[in-house]
């Protein structure tokens, strides 16, 4: 069966940094991936890499069997900026940000349509912001902006979803609904690659987990993943002893 997500023995060096030595990795439809890995060890780099804004120097990425920017451009690949990467004081609303998952389906115009308008608020109703849809994007809590750029991948149509630490600066509670939408979207078909540093919640989100430290050290079931001799790999010995303090 051809992957939903192939990245076969990528390199990336941004200058002289290398950020991504030889990664391979393969990603089955319908599967929720967890990435772990130190800050630092490119996992920002391998998500830029899937949605071809970043070209490798080496290997090879396939995104459905297609051209990773290609696929982006079709709306194939719907992604969940770190909190960092956004300008929360940008005037736009949460409906707004939503629509925007849906210019791959708009012309060059970008004149939104009834089915555009039917997307958004469906996507909305779905992560439960439909009361919040004409509020400034920063005037929501943590969680809820996370929600809104996961409804902007499901008005969008995206059958593959990247989420770069969804769960940094989020509640509990949030963290629980984002885990629940994840787990649905997956049971819907959807590819899902997460990036977090919150390893407890990770056996209850995903199906499988990876370890990143520039090269993919390990990619299986997420209890196996997440024993303390494999964790020591990627994050040297603090990780093995934190239980011990
Ligand atoms: N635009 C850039 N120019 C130069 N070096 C970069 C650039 N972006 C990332 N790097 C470097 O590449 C390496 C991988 O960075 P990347 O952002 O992919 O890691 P990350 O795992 O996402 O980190 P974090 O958890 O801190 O977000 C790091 O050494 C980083 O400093």
Same mark, same amino acid.
């Given at each position: 069966?051809?992957?939903?997500? !192939?990245?076969?023995?990528?390199?990336?060096?941004?200058?002289?940094?290398?950020?991504?030595?030889?990664?391979?990795?393969?990603?089955?439809?319908?599967?929720?991936?967890?990435?772990?890995?130190?800050?630092?060890?490119?996992? !920002?780099?391998?998500?830029?890499?899937?949605?071809?804004?970043?070209?490798?120097?080496?290997?090879?990425?396939?995104?459905?069997?297609?051209?990773?920017?290609?696929?982006?451009?079709?709306?194939?690949?719907?992604?969940?900026?770190?909190?960092? #990467?956004?300008?929360?004081?940008?005037?736009?609303?949460?409906?707004?940000?939503?629509?925007?998952?849906?210019?791959?389906?708009?012309?060059?115009?970008?004149?939104?349509?009834?089915? #555009?308008?039917?997307?958004?608020?469906?996507?909305?109703?779905?992560?439960?912001?439909?009361?919040?849809?004409?509020?400034?994007?920063?005037?929501? !809590?943590?969680?809820?902006?996370?929600?809104?750029?996961?409804?902007?991948?499901?008005?969008?149509?995206?059958?593959?979803?990247?989420? #770069?630490?969804?769960?940094?600066?989020?509640?509990?509670?949030?963290?629980?609904?984002?885990?629940?939408?994840?787990?649905?979207?997956?049971?819907?078909?959807?590819?899902?690659?997460? !990036?977090?540093?919150?390893?407890?919640?990770?056996?209850?989100?995903?199906?499988?987990?990876?370890?990143?430290?520039?090269?993919?050290?390990?990619?299986?079931?997420?209890?196996?993943?997440?024993?303390? #001799?494999?964790?020591?790999?990627?994050?040297?010995?603090?990780?093995?002893?934190?239980?011990?303090?």
């Amino acid at each position: 069966m051809t992957a939903a997500i !192939s990245v076969h023995d990528v390199t990336v060096h941004y200058g002289e940094v290398l950020a991504l030595d030889h990664a391979s990795l393969d990603i089955q439809a319908g599967r929720v991936c967890g990435l772990i890995g130190m800050n630092g060890s490119g996992k !920002s780099t391998l998500f830029k890499t899937i949605m071809g804004l970043l070209r490798p120097d080496s290997g090879t990425v396939r995104v459905e069997g297609e051209n990773p920017a290609k696929a982006r451009k079709s709306g194939v690949v719907g992604y969940v900026p770190q909190s960092e #990467d956004v300008d929360w004081a940008f005037p736009v609303t949460v409906r707004d940000v939503v629509m925007t998952g849906r210019y791959a389906h708009m012309g060059f115009t970008r004149h939104a349509r009834k089915a #555009d308008h039917d997307a958004v608020d469906h996507a909305l109703e779905r992560v439960e912001l439909t009361e919040y849809a004409n509020r400034q994007i920063g005037q929501l !809590s943590g969680g809820q902006k996370k929600r809104a750029f996961v409804a902007r991948g499901i008005a969008q149509g995206a059958t593959i979803l990247l989420l #770069d630490e969804p769960f940094a600066g989020v509640d509990k509670r949030s963290e629980a609904t984002i885990t629940r939408l994840l787990r649905e979207l997956a049971g819907d078909g959807a590819t899902i690659l997460v !990036s977090t540093h919150d390893l407890h919640a990770l056996p209850d989100l995903a199906d499988e987990a990876m370890l990143l430290m520039r090269r993919v050290l390990m990619h299986g079931e997420p209890g196996l993943v997440l024993q303390p #001799d494999n964790l020591a790999l990627a994050f040297g010995l603090d990780v093995m002893n934190r239980g011990d303090n």
